[in-house]
């Protein structure tokens, strides 16, 4: 299958060693910024015949990729796809899918129209752990859902804020809640039972002055189901990256996943004695808070491009994951709750209003 990569910056070497080990053939690297391109080719396999591009429309015109990743700034994701789409390829979208919801539809229309597959790159749903905690969600082992909670407690400087003019921006990024836990977050939405009916948030910038968007956010969630999400985001943890949890309490259990990327069960408890221990070989240790979920992404999107199925993360997902966060932005800028679904809202309403 023919596979091309829109985008050669930090998280580019997860989509190559994905497309890698899920035997894709890798047959164009595309970046505004070439040399990018050409310095990424390095993590390809020797003898991997591979073409660089600057444009990627010319890059699509000319290799007809039946794949194609995008993980370029994230507000650029949109056009980026439509373009991938109407050229006729499949696409992986690097989180968050858009920065409005206008973008997230012209996505999705343009996915229907075509019949092609577009998945929303969220991960960390392939987690051993959140695998694991989903199986027993599903075979109802919390009983009723009480409420769940996601935590990112990360750091970030001055040095990564400044590394790219993009991050921290309104226009091509959002803050902490949009980047760093967006994933978290879309756990929380797809655990908890999906619809987000309310949402109270406050955002705060406490130690970046260099950057337009948030470094904290906290937020209350209330789901149709009658279920609550609490949510506490942030890059200001001293001294590194401390942890990402996600918890889920219900009447017959709870469980409690952490580690810095929700990648490791530390707390199991239910009254089904079935699981009175979590699995044991569901804890990963990976070298960066990316994950090592990207190849199991990647392995799920090829087969949905050769049954026609939807992926596991389809793009309704990461609209989902896009509006909760806009949600909470609406919420901290109005002072007020805000109501979902959202008929239309973008990272630039917010603009010079946080
Ligand atoms: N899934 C994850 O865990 C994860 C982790 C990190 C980043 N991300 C997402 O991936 C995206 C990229 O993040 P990053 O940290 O790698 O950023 P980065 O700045 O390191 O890299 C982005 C690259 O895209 C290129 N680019 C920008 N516009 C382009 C265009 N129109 N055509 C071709 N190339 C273009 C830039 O030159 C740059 O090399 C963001 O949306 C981010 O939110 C996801």
Known sequence: MKYALVGCGRVSPNHISA????GLEITALCDIDIDKAKSVAAELPRGNDVRFYDDHRQMLEVEKPELTAIATFSGTHADIAVDCINAGSNVIIEKPIALSIADADRIIKAEEDS????????????????????????????GKLFYGTASVRWSRGEEYYKSADWRGTWEQDGGTLM??????????????????TEVVGFTENMMHPYIECEDFGTAILRFKNGSYGIIDGTVNTYGGDYEETLSVFGEKGFAKLGGTCINKVDDWVFEDESEREPAA??????P????????????????????????????QAGKKALEAVLAIYKSAADKKPVKLPLESCSTLDFKDRR
């Open 179 to 196: 980047n760093q836990c967006i994933h978290a977050i879309d756990l929380l939405r797809w655990m908890m039972g999906g619809e987000i």
């Open 288 to 315: 960066s808070v990316y994950g090592f979920g990207h190849k199991s992404l990647y392995t799920d999107v090829i087969k949905s491009i050769v049954t026609g199925k939807k992926p596991y993360v389809d793009s």
């Open 115 to 142: 019949g092609l597959i577009v998945c929303a790159n969220h991960q960390n749903r392939f987690n051993g752990p959140v695998q694991h905690m989903r199986k027993a969600l599903l075979a109802g082992k919390f």
């Open 19 to 22: 497309a890698v080990e899920n």
């Open 281 to 286: 070989d569901v804890d990963e240790h990976p």
